[in-house]
Nanobody, 122 residues
Framework: QVQLVESGGGLVQAGGSLRLSCAAS????????VGWFRQAPGKEREFVAS????????YYADSVKGRFTISRNNAENTVYLQMNTLKPEDTAVYSC???????????????WGQGTQVTVSS
């Protein structure tokens, strides 16, 4: 069993940066790929980025490529999402999820966090 808790969301101006954290409990966390997803009001949840187990490989949505960086520290059971050059359209609830082994779009993660709000003002 893996439990995920996100933190680091907040309000930032366009062009600014935020770093989200996804802290996990459960000794099997390092065996899973971890991804970030986001859902804006009135829109479907969309994939943002993922990283493979033990940090092998990363995968990004085209909309964030070059601006966001995903990383993980398995010793601390934490995955990070560094978000730079934020835009108003990045405003959403960001959630992390774990499942599978390799980075990809993560169609069916096993575990989900509750989410953290990111708001980017223009």
């Amino acid at each position: 069993q893996v439990q995920l808790v996100e933190s680091g969301g907040g309000l930032v101006q366009a062009g600014g940066s935020l770093r989200l954290s996804c802290a996990a409990s459960g000794r099997t966390f390092s065996n899973y790929a971890v991804g970030w997803f986001r859902q804006a009001p009135g829109k479907e949840r969309e994939f943002v980025a993922s990283i493979g187990w033990r940090g092998i490989g990363t995968y990004y949505a085209d909309s964030v490529k070059g601006r966001f960086t995903i990383s993980r520290n398995n010793a601390e059971n934490t995955v990070y999402l560094q978000m730079n050059t934020l835009k108003p359209e990045d405003t959403a609830v960001y959630s992390c999820a774990a499942g599978g082994t390799y980075a990809g779009k993560m169609a069916s993660p096993y575990y989900w966090g509750q989410g953290t709000q990111v708001t980017v003002s223009s």
